[in-house]
């Protein structure tokens, strides 16, 4: 075992400088979600959640983007930065969201309710986000829908979950859910929480809105990743249950080591892992860099009708 480590940690080490000498060499940020390895989290210039990167990809003004996540946040960098060259690891890191809402549907349920307020989460493609009248993440999808006239009804499109909560928290009978969900969060069950609460009698249970309603009404907190973040670390209590994906385990160990986190494996892969977000690997960013592909390119017309959504969702404060 030790003799293979040592093998190993050379390569590690050589792909690490690589990716660093390449960064300098691009004048590039790395950018990487809560759900990523920890060795590419380690490397990031930003680790965060959707918000938080969207608004980081707003600010940066080099010239290239490495965005480590899935491709839709990709490409809402690239909305964002349309003149900056905007790569990513694996071009096969898409979303079940994204998959659940095609935006040639969309168009056609928005031509037999032409009076809806389209209101489209981010984990959607650009296509969806330029036939959006704004769009929400999961830290301010309840603020979106409480900027929008009571009278208006809105359409809430694509994950059934977070919707449902948004619709609760808002007491907003005039919303119309779409039905795609999560593969990560909405395989939670609610009896895998039950049982972990019972094992863990002492923790607090923090979870993702994309989580079904089982699961949320049996949590202590309920918030975006980086909300989760935030929450446990405010609190004195010593044990959580978080019901997110894994990948936000580094950041909780790294900034409150002395609190212990259990996960609860979901109905899906007896994990709490997203299948998209690990294909991205060191190797994979480093040729990215290396090569600028896989490259996002949208064209100029569809940058600019799914800007407008993005930036007033941005300007809401």
Same mark, same amino acid.
């Given at each position: 075992?030790?003799?293979?480590?040592?093998? &190993?940690?050379?390569?590690?080490?050589?792909?690490?400088?690589?990716?660093?000498?390449?960064?300098?060499?691009?004048?590039?940020?790395?950018?990487?979600?809560? =759900?990523? &390895?920890?060795?590419?989290?380690?490397?990031?210039?930003?680790?965060?959640?959707?918000?938080?990167?969207?608004? #980081?990809?707003?600010?940066?003004?080099?010239?290239?983007?490495?965005?480590?996540?899935?491709?839709?946040?990709?490409? %809402?960098?690239?909305?964002?930065?349309? !003149?900056?060259?905007?790569?990513?690891?694996?071009? +096969?890191?898409?979303?079940?969201?994204?998959?659940?809402?095609?935006?040639?549907?969309?168009?056609?349920?928005?031509?037999?309710?032409?009076?809806?307020?389209?209101?489209?989460?981010?984990?959607?493609?650009?296509?969806?986000?330029?036939?959006?009248?704004?769009?929400?993440? !999961? #830290?301010?999808?309840?603020?979106?829908?409480?900027?929008?006239?009571?009278?208006?009804?809105?359409?809430?499109?694509?994950?059934?979950?977070?919707? #449902? =909560?948004?619709?609760?928290?808002?007491?907003?009978?005039?919303?119309?859910?779409?039905?795609?969900?999560?593969?990560?969060?909405? %395989?939670? $069950?609610?009896? #895998?929480?039950?049982?972990?609460? $019972?094992?863990?009698?002492?923790?607090?249970?923090?979870?993702?809105?994309?989580?079904?309603?089982?699961?949320?009404?049996?949590?202590?907190?309920?918030?975006?990743?980086?909300?989760?973040?935030?929450?446990?670390?405010?609190?004195?209590?010593? &044990?959580?249950?978080?019901?997110?994906?894994?990948?936000?385990?580094?950041?909780?160990?790294?900034?409150?080591?002395?609190?212990?986190? =259990?996960?609860?494996?979901? +109905?899906?892969?007896?994990?709490?892992?997203?299948? =998209?977000?690990?294909?991205?690997?060191? &190797?994979?960013?480093?040729? $990215?860099?290396?090569?600028?592909?896989?490259?996002?390119?949208?064209?100029? +017309?569809?940058?600019?009708?799914?800007?407008?959504?993005?930036?007033?969702?941005? $300007?809401?404060?």
């Amino acid at each position: 075992m030790g003799e293979g480590r040592t093998r &190993e940690m050379p390569l590690l080490e050589t792909v690490v400088d690589e990716i660093l000498d390449l960064k300098r060499q691009r004048n590039a940020i790395l950018l990487a979600h809560h =759900y990523q &390895e920890p060795e590419i989290q380690e490397l990031a210039d930003a680790v965060g959640d959707s918000l938080e990167l969207a608004r #980081r990809a707003q600010s940066f003004d080099g010239d290239v983007i490495a965005f480590c996540g899935v491709w839709f946040m990709a490409e %809402t960098a690239k909305i964002l930065n349309p !003149s900056k060259t905007v790569v990513v690891p694996d071009a +096969e890191a898409g979303c079940s969201l994204v998959d659940a809402c095609p935006a040639s549907q969309l168009r056609a349920w928005k031509r037999k309710h032409p009076d809806h307020v389209v209101v489209s989460y981010i984990n959607t493609s650009a296509e969806v986000k330029a036939e959006s009248d704004i769009i929400c993440t !999961s #830290r301010n999808a309840v603020k979106v829908v409480e900027s929008i006239p009571a009278d208006r009804p809105i359409l809430f499109v694509p994950d059934v979950n977070l919707g #449902r =909560y948004v619709k609760e928290q808002t007491g907003r009978s005039n919303i119309t859910l779409w039905h795609g969900t999560c593969i990560v969060h909405a %395989t939670f $069950a609610g009896r #895998r929480l039950a049982a972990a609460k $019972a094992q863990h009698p002492d923790a607090l249970v923090a979870a993702h809105p994309e989580c079904p309603p089982e699961v949320l009404r049996m949590a202590d907190f309920i918030g975006s990743t980086s909300a989760i973040i935030e929450w446990v670390l405010a609190q004195p209590a010593r &044990e959580f249950i978080i019901m997110t994906e894994s990948g936000v385990e580094h950041t909780l160990k790294r900034r409150a080591p002395d609190k212990r986190y =259990y996960f609860v494996p979901n +109905e899906q892969c007896n994990c709490s892992e997203c299948p =998209y977000m690990k294909r991205n690997t060191l &190797e994979k960013l480093r040729d $990215a860099l290396l090569r600028l592909e896989p490259r996002v390119e949208l064209a100029p +017309e569809l940058i600019e009708r799914a800007r407008i959504p993005l930036e007033r969702m941005l $300007a809401l404060r």
